[in-house]
Structure formats: structure tokens, C-alpha cells
């Protein structure tokens, strides 16, 4: 069964440049979350869109925006990369309103040296 | 202030061995209680939990849920090495349109052999 996809899965970036995550839902599901686990931490939520349009809104630093396409991906955009933004970044999606499954992608890795 | 605690946070048994995570929360609009587990990389989903009594099972796992007293463990008998893993649980606030999950910090487990 198709999973959700993530990349890219390992991004290495320099402080102060700028990253973009995708992430592919599974088909048919309409919602996305963005999530952000530090090393030794659990997941932080970012963000979450549902049917294109930003639905919720957690943790997520003002240096970092994401948006929902038409095909239901969505890219979470990290510009001004610092240290502590080095996580695994991992989205999830789910069909509709919540009470559904969420699933996970593999995440992407993204260290910032 | 933690809305989701789990215990222990590190447990190392030998294999054939009987684990039970627990998770306690505290959630104003709780809809569900989610068990993933977690090996370097993005969670898997086990089970969702929704209502209190129902026991889930699947295979050497299962999970049950205790909404008057808010928590919920997760067994698994005959452990393996492959069960090795942190145990995230995770519950869903009904209070945004989408119901954001809230994690607790997980529990590692250890299986040797």
C-alpha cells in the first residue's frame, strides 16, 4: 500500500541557508501535519493543512512556512537555518476531519552545520 | 506542563520476557490514544484507542484504555530483539478542527537476546 513520502531524506545545510522539505500524502488523504523531533526529544507539532488551507498551527518558528498544494503535497520551507534546526522532520497525513488514522512518512533528516 | 507522560522511560528485558508501557494524559477534549513505535526513522502506527475497555490486539501486542482514569498501557509478551524500539504514545486533542496529536516522550525498550 502506498505510504506517505518524504524528501528528501537527508539534507546537510550551512547556517543561514535555506531548505525545502516535500511530502507526498497518501492518496486521498486531504490532510497533512508537519512535525519536528529533536535529537532525544519527541515530535513537536509545526503545522497542519487540510483541503489546501493551513488549519492548525503549533511550535513553528517564524523563519520556517509551509503550504499545501493542489495535489495535497506540501513543502515546509526553512529559510535562516540555524543549529538547533538540525531534526528529523517528519510529515503525516490522514483522510478528513480527525478521529482517522494519522500516518507518518520515513521523515527527512536535515543537518545544519 | 507535559500532556501526555509515559513510563518507564527505559526499560531493557531479556527475550520471552512481558513488557507494559504505560501513558497517562491530560487532555481537555480527548478524542484518541495512539500507540506508534518508533526505530530511527518516523513512527508506525500500532493502535488507536478510542474507547475505554475495548482491548486491542495484534499479534504479541496489545493495548487497552482507561478513560476514567485517563491512561492507557501497551503489553507485549514473548518479547523479541526486534521489538527493540522507543514506544511513542500520542493523543489527540479534539479542541483545533483537526485534532493535533500530543506526544509523550516515548519509552525505550530494550530487548536482549
Known amino acids: 500500500a502506498a505510504g506517505v513520502i518524504q524528501s528528501p531524506r537527508h539534507l546537510i545545510k550551512e547556517k543561514r541557508e535555506t531548505a525545502t522539505l516535500k511530502c507526498y500524502p497518501i492518496?486521498?488523504?486531504?490532510?497533512v501535519y508537519w512535525y519536528q523531533q529533536g535529537p532525544g526529544q519527541d515530535p513537536q507539532f509545526l503545522i497542519s493543512?487540510?483541503?489546501?488551507?493551513?488549519?492548525d498551527k503549533g511550535s513553528i518558528p517564524d523563519r520556517f512556512s509551509a503550504q499545501q498544494f493542489s495535489d495535497y503535497h506540501s513543502e515546509l520551507n526553512m529559510s535562516s537555518l540555524e543549529l538547533g534546526d538540525s531534526a528529523l522532520y517528519f510529515c503525516?497525513?490522514?483522510?478528513?476531519?480527525?478521529?482517522?488514522?494519522?500516518?507518518f512518512g520515513e521523515g527527512s533528516w536535515l543537518t545544519v552545520v | 506542563e507535559d500532556k501526555v507522560v509515559q513510563s518507564p522511560l527505559s526499560l531493557v528485558v531479556h527475550e520471552g520476557d512481558t513488557v507494559t508501557l504505560n501513558c497517562s494524559y491530560e487532555?481537555?477534549?480527548?478524542?484518541?490514544l495512539l500507540w506508534y513505535k518508533q526505530e530511527k526513522k518516523a513512527p508506525t502506527f500500532l493502535f488507536m484507542l478510542?474507547?475505554?475497555?475495548i482491548e486491542k490486539k495484534s499479534g504479541r501486542l496489545s493495548s487497552i484504555l482507561d478513560k476514567k482514569e485517563l491512561f492507557s498501557i501497551l503489553n507485549i509478551t514473548a518479547t523479541q530483539t526486534g521489538d527493540s524500539a522507543v514506544y511513542l504514545c500520542?493523543?489527540?486533542?479534539?479542541?483545533?478542527?483537526?485534532?493535533?496529536?500530543?506526544f509523550g516522550r516515548g519509552t525505550q525498550l530494550t530487548v536482549w537476546p
Open positions: 493543512f487540510y483541503e489546501k488551507m493551513q488549519s
Open positions: 478510542t474507547s475505554s475497555g
Open positions: 503525516a497525513s490522514a483522510t478528513g476531519y480527525s478521529g482517522n488514522t494519522i500516518y
Open positions: 487532555v481537555t477534549n480527548f478524542r484518541s
Open positions: 492518496p486521498r488523504h486531504d490532510t
Open positions: 500520542a493523543v489527540e486533542d479534539r479542541g483545533s478542527t483537526l485534532g493535533r496529536l500530543y
